[in-house]
């Protein structure tokens, strides 16, 4: 998010989005694109963002890690219902 930081500085959301107004706070515009992102995707589609520097190989790593513990854990979950989360 290292470029997302440096952006909002000279891109204001405001110009894209009206509804925000929290100026270039990283945290604040950070929540403010997540929560947009889930609205739109909708439709009850789970979603798990994560926010990371993307050149950071270590943060890379953890957001595939935890992408595949979920893709994982929700196949696990179709094939055997019955079977609860220590189970796993």
Do not use: W
Request: with cysteine; aromatic share 10%.
């Amino acid at each position: 998010m290292d470029l997302f930081r440096e952006k909002i500085k000279t891109h204001p959301i405001e110009d894209y989005e009206p509804n925000y107004t929290s100026g270039d706070d990283f945290d604040k515009a950070s929540s403010f694109v997540m929560a947009r992102f889930q609205e739109v995707v909708g439709n009850g589609t789970t979603v798990y963002p994560h926010i990371t520097c993307a050149i950071n190989t270590e943060n890379i790593e953890y957001v595939i890690n935890d992408v595949r513990a979920k893709v994982i854990h929700n196949i696990t979950n179709k094939i055997a219902p019955h079977l609860d989360d220590d189970a796993l």
